[in-house]
C-alpha cells in the first residue's frame, strides 16, 4: 500500500479528453444558454464531494479507469484488472424481494463480482445491509441450471464516511472465523457439543468496511480517504480523481450532467413528499375508522382499498 498505483493508460478517459475547463463556477454565456443552471444548483455543486452521492455516480459513470483505480487502493492489489463497470445497477433478479440499486457493480478478469458503496449515515451502514447485499450479488450471478460452485467470489465494499466501528482503523474485513469448542456461538450452544472440526468456512464471499473519516495522509489508503472528502480538484492528492472531479465542476459537460442529476434528485425528493403526505393522509384516516367505528387495522385498510405491498410499512407507523 505504500507505494502508489501506476494507472496511466487511460487516464485520458477520466479527464474528459481535452475539454477546456470554464474558469471556477462561473460558467461563460454560451454554456448558460445552453443550460441555465440555477445560482442554487451551482452553490450545491460547488460543495460536493466524491463522498456524496450525486456526485460520486457522475464520477464514476462510464469510467471503468477510475473504478479500477480506486479498487485498486482500497483492495491493496495494483494488478486488478476490471473488465466492467457501471453506476446505479439495478439488480433485478429480486422478484418479489426488496429492490436493490448498486453504486458501482464491477467485475474483474478473474471473474470476481464487486459491489462498491458509500453510506454517509451510519444507519444505512449496517451488517444487515452488508449482508443483504453480499447476498444480492450471489442472486445476480447463479442462472437457473447451474451449480452452486459455479457462484462467483464476490467483495462488498462499504464505505463509510464516519468510522462505523469506532476503532481508528483505515478497513475492517469482515473474516469467516474458525470456531472451536471455546468460540460457540450462542444459537448452538444448547445442541452442539462435540464435533467441532474448527476449520475455516470459506465460501467466496468478502465484505470490506472502509473507513471513509480515516486521516493519515502518509497512506495510499489515507490519501485517498482525504480525496473522497475534498470538494475541490486542487486540493485532492490522487490524479485520477483531481481530473474528473475539474472535468466535472469546470467543464460544459460535467457542469450539466451533475446539475441535472441534482434536479433529478430534487424532483424525485418532491414526489417522495406528495407521497408521504398522501400516506399521513391515509393513517389519519385508517386511525378514525378505528377508534370511532371499532374495525381493526385490517378492516379500516379495506374500507381504503390499500394495496397490501403498502400495509406492513403503514402498520408499522401507525
Not at 84 to 108: F, I
Not at 119 to 130: D, I, V, W
Not at 274 to 295: A, N
Amino acid at each position: 500500500m505504500g507505494k502508489k498505483p501506476v494507472l496511466e493508460r487511460k487516464v485520458d478517459h477520466v479527464t474528459g479528453q481535452g475539454r477546456e475547463p470554464v474558469s471556477g463556477m462561473h460558467l461563460d454565456s454560451a454554456v448558460e444558454r445552453k443550460f441555465r443552471p440555477d445560482q442554487e444548483d451551482l452553490a450545491i455543486l460547488a460543495g460536493l464531494r466524491p463522498m456524496d452521492d450525486d456526485f460520486m455516480r457522475c464520477m464514476f459513470k462510464d469510467n471503468l479507469p477510475l473504478a479500477e483505480y480506486v479498487l485498486r487502493i482500497i483492495i491493496g492489489n495494483e494488478k486488478l484488472t476490471l473488465i466492467s463497470a457501471e453506476t446505479q445497477k439495478d439488480m433485478k433478479r429480486l422478484v418479489g424481494g426488496r429492490s436493490l440499486e448498486l453504486d458501482v457493480y464491477a467485475g474483474d478478469i478473474d471473474g470476481r463480482k464487486y459491489d462498491f458503496e458509500i453510506q454517509r449515515a451510519s444507519k444505512g451502514a449496517g451488517e444487515y445491509r452488508a449482508r443483504y447485499h453480499s447476498s444480492v450479488l450471489d442472486v445476480e450471478n447463479l442462472s437457473v441450471g447451474k451449480d452452486f460452485r459455479d457462484l462467483p467470489d464476490t467483495v462488498m465494499i462499504m464505505l463509510t464516511e464516519t468510522d462505523f466501528f469506532g476503532e481508528g482503523k483505515s478497513l475492517y474485513p469482515v473474516v469467516e472465523v474458525r470456531v472451536d469448542s471455546h468460540e460457540v456461538p450462542e444459537l448452538f450452544t444448547g445442541n452442539i457439543n462435540n464435533g467441532l472440526t474448527g476449520k475455516q468456512f470459506r465460501d467466496g464471499r468478502y465484505i470490506l468496511y472502509v473507513n471513509g473519516a480515516y486521516d493519515n495522509n502518509d497512506t495510499e489508503l489515507g490519501r485517498l480517504m482525504h480525496d473522497f472528502r475534498s470538494s475541490r480538484a486542487e486540493d485532492m492528492y490522487h490524479k485520477p480523481m483531481a481530473e474528473r472531479t475539474r472535468q466535472l465542476k469546470e467543464t460544459e459537460k460535467g457542469v450539466e450532467e451533475v446539475c441535472r442529476l441534482i434536479e433529478e434528485r430534487c424532483r424525485r425528493e418532491r414526489q417522495e413528499g406528495r407521497r408521504e403526505g398522501r400516506q399521513e393522509g391515509i393513517m389519519s384516516s385508517v386511525r378514525i375508522l378505528m377508534e370511532k367505528m371499532g374495525l381493526t387495522i385490517d378492516a379500516a385498510m379495506d374500507f381504503f382499498n390499500i394495496p397490501a405491498d403498502e400495509r406492513e410499512q403503514l402498520k408499522t407507523r401507525l
